[in-house]
């Protein structure tokens, strides 16, 4: 195991890579010892969550009673009970029009949009494809394989039937041609085949219908057509009934035809279901087509006609509907989306026996439903599976691995109310399968934010997912008239989704969730067992305004920042200090939008169910037309009780204890901290600061501000009198001397008037936003002060030299005013990272303190040093202070993340609050409440006692705290860049993860940063990637692969070992049920099933060989192989040995029960004959 010692490193003793480097820095005495090696990691897939995307095919196994899903990109979903999923993948990619299941054999058929047909094997848990058959001339428009059969029937656009051997995959001579089916005084094409059956009671005799609306019965003996039956509309599908007498028919006029075997000149019955009867006796009206029907037959009671389509046309705008036609009785059963196909579950597989239904499977476009048929009304059973995860589209993800085990079981309880009623109280039919014994378990949660502004808590240990707790954030706004209307989801995310939620911050341990929308909003919510109802939101109004410059942010090491950056403008208001004529005046026509939030809050009382309760709502305010940035970064801490969070026009930090605004600032503001004009904002506790206001006599403003440096808590108006006099000589001198401003005389303006009121917060605040108005690039600003009753609103315009205005249009609405400036929100820029830490923000630090790590788009970190009262009384009344401390260190692309080590090595978690009921009487408060953890001790004179990690979309590197010193650098890509960044703890030790644009993931070693992993894993086809790609510890990561499927991997060789043993099995042994008995009659008089030796006719002694061209033979991997294909190499020879032997042993072990059998069988007839032969030795034959 290698070591690396930290002060060789720093002093340049030891060589580095290529791509790593070694900057000198303060000896260090500690030893780090780097336990992560190149073996500890191997990529591959785990499993994938969610709906299949875009399903085109379904099939059930009535034995082994496992689904499959087919979709259109080529993929195959099998489900199996609770917990039993598994993903399979064709190389080609084209869509799978059809599935076979060989019914407890424990294999699978698919028919491909390609003209290939695959067999699967299931008898192993990740399955793979044994043989391909790939038509060359033929085009495949149906399938069929009878029960208990190996002859594949495959139906062809062309309207021929070709025959595969399911055991060879090999094609049979024996062919029918449409031609010889048809009439010969047919003039035209049928069409191609749509379906093909045989006959329950006589396995000679097979069912061609072709999509002109004729049906043949072929006798496969003789090898000619019996029967034919003619219709004038064309057929989509058809259905035996199970004594093989009868068969119905559905149309594409939405009739239902039943025809008996015997009488082909015309149908028994013709109805259509919706349609209307005209009473003279006429044709009723044409419906929709009855894309497919099914008839099951029950032996005490009516039979079932179940169907999908066949609904009237002036019923147009309803949605998609099942009928179910049970005796006299039709059920018309509505469903969320399109139908894609369904199957009826029967109690036997068996076609010639009483079917006795008891579901249906429906699969619809975006969901899959199962309806009771024993049930009066039909009710649905509770699905199992996570297949809502695209109720709503997904618009972020975060992943927690090893949470605190108490977390889920507190989620679940508060769920579990959250449950429809309603559902049938049957289990769910749908059962097959065992689950994995997996060794690695431990808690892990997915959150998914989603468009309609709903947030999912999912338990996803051991490889499962199953929804814990729904949290609905649009609850706490006004829902205008158009959005009350609910519109049809989109599987994209749309302009019209205000609620989407954008980004959120989640701390385990305190249960605190700080979630950020679209509309430029933050809500921090508690969770608490109890219900309760709040009169009042609390809300905190937050104005962002940054004015770009010319000059770009500066670079630390190139040359120092100037101190005429522009600044942020700031602004908070709880929402009981609103003025409701500002409000009004600021949604009038008459100007641009102002000082208002794109959403409102509610203002009844809200009724809070157990769960999530929101605490505090944040809102950015539209500045002079221009609606807020949306944000961009989040971070809360239960600890310090604060909220951080950032966008491109600069960094706010609010209190969410004592619901106040701490910070408010530009980014350009947090460079360069040893000026002399550096400001310690420091925040009031309900109320914001009044901002100072130039005077004449520079001396007597200082005083004033000196006297005003207190908090002013205690008023009740945001102004006292002084303010309201300094303000108003403020505003009168602008007015008389702004235009004799020259742009040079401005910024010299700017640069005296910041001097002079370095000593205080507000009077900079003021002075720098006039320095920003006198810039030529903006023409004039509207800047409004809110007070009480006893204080006026003052309005005033700062005007300058005459300057071509790109921007001045009379309409500022949201979309005009993203797409006119988007060059401008382009080059700005903007907080990409934020990290609460108890670190070291200064060089001159000799404990570490409260902190807080901002990281911006053109890789500047940035820190401030918070000052926190002490816990208590003290921490609700008392102010934080937040003094910024400059720059750290600058990096190629923007921050993606941050991390912290100690002197060994080990990451250090950011403070948090364990969690307590927040809704707890005050003396249960008092007694769960914990004082924040003692710092770290002191550290030694030239010794550092942490160490950063920051990794940007280029670099990553690694600082000393607090020398500052640069320990090492690693470029990790130079083409590309990361989209996501995480360090990650392992069970060997911590690694940076990345995913580039490329589609490289890739690990480095801490703090050495030394590769580790580098694979070419998948690339950026989709923005949906980079929006949910998440790592998490354990070597864990997921991202959305469609708008409805989870695809969870893993980059641990650990995982990978044990990932066979985490996966359920599909293949159980089952034994077929018997077969139905034929009765003594029917045996004497031959009234039951007729079999057939199918051999005699397909083989190749008996039908020839088929032409080579007609379709290539593909051998398939072995079962092992493609098992290895499929998990990407996860197992190792020695495992897939084992799992080779576990097999064999298995059937040995079968062999050796019917060995047994048999031997029994013998002696026992060998007994019998025995004494049989005693009974009768001394008999004479006329004495038998």
């Known amino acids: 195991m290698k070591k690396f010692n930290i002060r060789k490193v720093l002093d340049g003793l030891t060589a580095s890579s290529s791509s790593a480097s070694a900057h000198p820095g303060p000896n260090q005495n500690d030893v780090i010892q780097e336990t992560l090696q190149s073996e500890h990691f191997q990529l591959c897939k785990t499993v994938r969550h969610g709906f299949p995307y875009q399903p085109s095919s379904m099939a059930f196994d009535p034995v082994q009673k496992i689904l499959a899903i087919g979709t259109q990109s080529g993929a195959v979903r099998l489900f199996g009970r609770a917990g039993v999923e598994c993903y399979c993948q064709h190389e080609s990619g084209a869509a799978v029009i059809q599935l076979q299941f060989l019914v407890n054999e424990g294999a699978l058929v698919s028919a491909l949009a390609d003209d290939s047909v695959h067999l699967w094997n299931l008898r192993q848990k990740q399955p793979a494809i044994l043989h391909t058959l790939k038509f060359n001339r033929e085009r495949i428009t149906f399938c069929h394989l009878p029960f208990q059969s190996k002859w594949l029937y495959i139906g062809s656009e062309k309207g021929n039937i070709h025959i595969v051997n399911v055991e060879s995959f090999t094609l049979s001579g024996y062919v029918i041609m449409w031609n010889k089916a048809i009439e010969l005084s047919s003039k035209t094409h049928p069409g191609p085949v749509v379906h093909i059956s045989d006959n329950p009671m006589d396995e000679g005799k097979i069912l061609i219908g072709f999509e002109c609306g004729t049906v043949v019965l072929w006798d496969l003996k003789s090898k000619k057509a019996d029967y034919r039956y003619n219709y004038d509309e064309a057929i989509h599908s058809v259905a035996w009934h199970h004594e093989g007498k009868q068969f119905t028919c559905s149309h594409s006029d939405g009739t239902l035809t039943t025809w008996n075997v015997r009488v082909p000149t015309k149908p028994v019955i013709t109805i259509t279901p919706h349609g209307k009867q005209p009473k003279d006796g006429k044709k009723p009206e044409p419906c929709k087509p009855i894309l497919k029907v099914e008839y099951k037959t029950t032996r005490a009671g009516d039979a079932f006609m179940v169907m999908s389509g066949g609904l009237s046309y002036d019923t147009c705008c309803r949605r998609a509907c099942l009928t179910v036609m049970h005796g006299k009785s039709t059920a018309v059963l509505e469903m969320d989306y399109p139908i894609v196909d369904f199957l009826t579950l029967c109690e036997t597989p068996y076609p010639n026996d009483f079917q006795e239904p008891y579901a249906v499977v429906v699969l619809l476009e975006k969901d899959l439903v199962v309806i009771d048929l024993g049930q009066i009304g039909y009710p649905i059973f509770e699905n199992p599976y996570p297949l809502s995860i695209h109720e709503s589209p997904v618009t972020c993800v975060e992943y927690f691995a090893d949470c605190p085990p108490e977390l889920i079981p507190a989620l679940y309880s508060v769920g579990s109310r959250q449950k429809r009623q309603g559902y049938s109280k049957k289990e769910w039919p749908i059962s097959g399968g065992n689950w994995g014994q997996g060794t690695l378990s431990y808690p892990e949660i997915i959150i998914t934010g989603h468009a309609d502004g709903s947030i999912k808590f999912w338990d996803a240990s051991a490889i499962m997912l199953q929804v814990l707790y729904k949290l609905k954030t649009a609850k706490v706004f006004e829902r205008s008239l158009k959005g009350a209307k609910e519109e049809k989801q989109n599987t994209e995310i749309v302009d019209e989704d205000p609620f989407a939620i954008q980004s959120l911050s989640w701390c385990p341990e305190s249960r605190m969730l700080c979630v950020a929308g679209v509309s430029a909003h933050v809500i921090v919510y508690r969770f608490s067992k109890l219900e309760i109802t709040t009169e009042v939101v609390q809300l905190l109004e937050v104005r962002m305004q940054c004015e770009l410059n010319d000059v770009d942010s500066p670079d630390p090491a190139d040359h120092p920042p100037t101190p005429s950056t522009p600044a942020a403008h700031s602004s908070a208001s709880p929402s009981q200090e609103r003025d409701p004529f500002e409000t009004q005046q600021s949604t009038t026509d008459e100007g641009p939008r102002d000082n208002v939030p794109c959403l409102k809050v509610r203002s009844s009382p809200l009724k809070q169910s157990p769960g999530y309760q929101v605490d505090l709502v944040v809102q950015l305010v539209w500045v002079s037309g221009e609606p807020p940035q949306q944000i961009t970064s989040l971070a809360v801490n239960s600890s310090y009780g604060l909220v951080a969070f950032g966008n491109s026009n600069g960094l706010a930090v609010v209190d969410y204890l004592q619901k106040t605004l701490l910070l408010n600032m530009g980014l350009s ?165 934020i990290h609460f830490m108890e670190s070291f923000p200064r060089k001159t630090d000799s404990s570490a303190s409260p902190s807080l790590w901002v990281g911006s788009t053109q890789g500047t970190l940035l820190m401030l040093a918070l000052s926190l009262p002490p816990t208590g009384d003290q921490r609700l009344q008392e102010p934080v202070g937040v003094s910024p401390c400059g720059t750290l260190v600058r990096l190629k692309g923007g921050i993606l993340t941050m991390a912290f080590l100690d002197s060994l090595g080990v990451i250090v978690p950011p403070l948090y609050e364990p969690w307590s009921e927040p809704n707890a009487p005050d003396e249960e408060k008092e007694k769960a409440r914990r004082r924040r953890p003692a710092s770290p001790a002191p550290t030694q ?204 042993g298995q059937k040995l072990g079968e062999l050796e029960d019917r060995t047994a059998a048999m031997l029994a069988s013998a002696d026992s007839f060998s007994r019998h004959a025995h004494d049989m032969m005693l009974k009768y030795k001394d008999k004479k034959w006329y004495q038998l």
């Open 669 to 833: 503001e947090l460079y360069s901290p040893s000026e002399p004009y550096q400001r310690q904002p420091r925040s009031p506790r309900k109320t914001r600061q009044p901002s100072g206001a130039l005077s004449d006599n520079d001396g007597n403003n200082a005083a004033e501000e000196k006297s005003n440096k207190s908090p002013t808590s205690g008023s009740t108006s945001p102004f006292n009198s002084d303010d309201e006099h300094k303000q108003q000589r403020f505003i009168e001198k602008v007015m008389s001397k702004s235009r004799r401003f020259s742009k040079t005389v401005a910024n010299d303006f700017a640069r005296m008037s910041r001097k002079i009121s370095s000593s205080t917060e507000q009077k900079t605040d003021q002075e720098e936003r006039v320095q920003r108005k006198r810039q030529p690039l903006k023409k004039k600003c509207l800047s409004s002060v809110k007070e009480d009753n006893e204080t006026r609103r003052t309005q005033f315009h700062l005007f300058t030299h005459p300057v071509p205005d790109l921007n001045a249009k009379d309409s500022f609405s949201r979309s005009r005013s993203s797409s006119v400036t988007s060059i401008e929100r382009e080059s700005r820029e903007a907080v990409s990272s």
């Open 941 to 1144: 004179e030239g010794q550092d006692s942490q160490y950063a990690v920051v990794c940007s979309e280029k670099q990553a590197k690694v600082l000393g705290l607090p020398s500052q010193s640069h320990c090492f650098k690693h470029n990790i890509t130079e083409s590309s860049f990361v989209l996501r960044a995480d360090v990650v703890q392992m069970t060997a030790g911590l690694c940076l993860a990345c995913f580039c644009a490329n589609g490289h993931i890739m690990t480095l070693s801490l703090p050495s940063l030394r590769p580790l992993l580098d694979v070419n894993y998948l690339p950026l086809t989709d923005m949906r990637i980079a929006r949910t790609f998440c790592f998490s510890n354990l070597g864990q990561a997921l991202y959305l692969v469609s708008p409805t499927e989870i695809q969870r991997i893993t980059y641990s060789q650990e995982t990978c070992n044990n990932l066979q043993e985490m996966m359920g099995e599909l293949f159980t042994p089952v034994e077929t049920p018997e077969a139905p008995n034929r009765g003594f009659f029917k045996g004497l008089f031959g009234g039951g099933a007729q079999s057939l030796d199918r051999e005699d006719l397909f083989g190749e002694i008996a039908a020839g060989k088929a032409s080579r061209s007609l379709a290539q033979h593909i051998p398939g991997p072995q079962s092992m192989e493609g098992m290895k294909g499929a998990a990407s190499g996860v197992v190792g020879d020695l495992a897939r040995a084992r799992i080779a032997l576990d097999e064999r």
